[in-house]
């Protein structure tokens, strides 16, 4: 057990590296990467904002990846880590792709489809599931979230702030 953590660790921390690279972007840090055979063959981070597309999700950009480096659209035989617990979309995906396990940092208690609001990886009524594994460098993964929220409150409460000020009339003496 103690191995499979080490490299659910190891392979985590590869994906917290992705999420970093959103976060330069001024992006939600979310990021991902996917195994196959003990070899990272898809990487991706959250870019929605930057390029203004919805579908710019971590886990999609790397299983896009992932199946140009298979040339196949099945990833059978892979590992997809997250940051954070995938939305429907990503879920929905995965489970498209055929990904026979999924390890998540953070969860997602708003919008995650890995267990919290849906379970949409685990779903029985599917023609395929994902073994999933939960927390892995969870406080990690949602320290990041939390801090960037965090600033992202203050940045847009010290611009509405500013706004204020400047439509304020000035007194002028007569």
């Not at 196949?72 to 055929?98: F, H, K, N, S």
């Not at 023609?127 to 406080?139: F, M």
């Amino acid at each position: 057990m103690a191995v499979i953590q080490n490299i659910q660790e190891k392979y985590m921390k590869e994906a917290i590296k992705q999420a970093k690279k959103a976060l330069a972007l001024g992006e939600v840090p979310i990021g991902c990467v996917i195994v196959y055979e003990g070899r990272i063959i898809g990487r991706g981070y959250n870019r929605r904002n930057t390029d203004k597309n919805t579908l710019a999700h971590a886990e999609i950009t790397a299983i896009n990846k992932a199946s140009k480096y298979i040339g196949d659209w099945r990833l059978e035989g892979c590992t997809l880590y997250v940051t954070l617990e995938p939305c429907q979309m990503c879920a929905g995906a995965i489970i498209q792709a055929r990904i026979p396990e999924v390890v998540m940092g953070a969860m997602n208690p708003k919008a995650g489809c890995g267990g919290s609001v849906l379970n949409v990886l685990e779903m029985p009524r599917f023609n395929h599931q994902a073994t999933v594994s939960r927390g892995v460098l969870g406080e990690e993964c949602s320290a990041l979230l939390k801090t960037f929220f965090t600033e992202l409150r203050e940045r847009n409460k010290a611009e509405k702030e500013e706004n204020h000020e400047r439509q304020q009339p000035v007194d002028t003496p007569e």
